[in-house]
């Protein structure tokens, strides 16, 4: 894979594009990740970088992976994945001139969380979880399961006035 290559390009608009192009192979053909074993933690390797853009496209490789593995394939790279994203959900930990991009970050390791959990269970999640970050963790369980009773409610209301 002669896109593995561009990973640690000499800009970061090089290496941004490299993960982009790498989300779009797994997108395209799961299989992808089984004929080199090292993408995954060598992607997410990249989320030590300081360049905003390349942060960006290796949350859009995650949020990718996730969702198009299976479960059964997900729990081999569930520990990499949470100890690799969650540093991003947190803004006082991550200083950058734009706070868009923080916000944009937390909302990102959101949803990927929420993807893991609804396919792998809260206890896989959680049992890979970082002390520091289970209250994130929960949080997210948290407002994603009020949001659902909002939603059921809101639709038993609407069948009552119809």
Same mark, same amino acid.
């Given at each position: 894979?002669?896109?593995?290559?561009?990973?640690?390009?000499?800009?970061?608009?090089?290496?941004?594009?490299?993960?982009?192009?790498?989300?779009?192979?797994?997108?395209?053909?799961?299989?992808?990740?089984?004929?080199?074993?090292?993408?995954?933690?060598?992607?997410?390797?990249? @989320?030590? &970088?300081?360049?905003?853009?390349?942060?960006?496209?290796?949350? !859009? =490789?995650? #949020?990718?992976? %996730?969702?198009?593995? +299976?479960?059964?394939?997900?729990?081999?790279?569930?520990?990499?994945?949470?100890?690799?994203?969650?540093?991003?959900?947190?803004?006082?930990?991550?200083?950058?001139?734009?706070?868009?991009?923080?916000?944009?970050?937390?909302?990102?390791?959101?949803?990927?969380?929420?993807?893991?959990?609804?396919?792998?269970? @809260?206890? &896989?999640?959680?049992?890979?979880?970082?002390?520091?970050?289970? !209250? =994130?963790? #929960?949080?997210? %369980?948290?407002?994603? +399961?009020?949001?659902?009773?909002?939603?059921?409610?809101?639709?038993?209301?609407?069948?009552?006035?119809?």
């Amino acid at each position: 894979m002669q896109i593995m290559g561009y990973l640690s390009g000499s800009s970061p608009h090089i290496t941004s594009g490299a993960v982009s192009a790498l989300s779009l192979l797994i997108y395209k053909n799961t299989g992808v990740w089984f004929s080199v074993p090292e993408l995954v933690p060598s992607v997410l390797a990249l @989320l030590q &970088s300081k360049a905003n853009e390349v942060i960006k496209a290796v949350l !859009g =490789f995650a #949020k990718v992976l %996730v969702s198009c593995l +299976h479960a059964q394939d997900l729990q081999n790279f569930l520990s990499a994945i949470v100890n690799a994203i969650l540093p991003w959900s947190s803004v006082s930990k991550n200083h950058f001139r734009s706070k868009n991009c923080i916000i944009l970050f937390g909302w990102q390791v959101k949803i990927i969380l929420e993807i893991m959990i609804r396919k792998c269970g @809260l206890s &896989s999640v959680d049992l890979v979880t970082p002390e520091k970050y289970k !209250g =994130f963790v #929960k949080s997210v %369980v948290e407002v994603n +399961h009020s949001l659902l009773l909002d939603i059921s409610k809101s639709k038993k209301s609407i069948a009552l006035v119809m």
